[in-house]
């Protein structure tokens, strides 16, 4: 009797771990996707920053060539 009971009670501390460990493996599992689409969004945002620039200068090149050309 009495070992049944402690099979039973080592039955049921099995599974709260195995559960937690679940639990904690799910968790990470949504905080690692946040985070990855957190970074994806950050690397958009310097994308489109780097792309305006970069379009800003050559918007001037292109001006000091029609410039030039009056010029001549």
């Known amino acids: 009797m009495d070992f049944e009971i402690i099979w039973l009670i080592a039955l049921y501390l099995l599974f709260g771990w195995i ?15 946040r985070v ?11 994308q489109k920053e780097e792309l305006k620039k970069r379009i800003a200068l050559l918007e001037k090149e292109l001006k000091e060539k029609e410039q030039s050309k009056e010029m001549h």
Not at 22 to 30: C, D, K, L
Not at 36 to 46: A, G, P, V
């Open 19 to 33: 559960a937690v460990t679940i639990g904690w493996g799910i968790r990470r599992f949504f905080h690692d996707l």
């Open 36 to 46: 990855k689409t957190h970074s994806k969004i950050e690397l958009e945002q310097l």
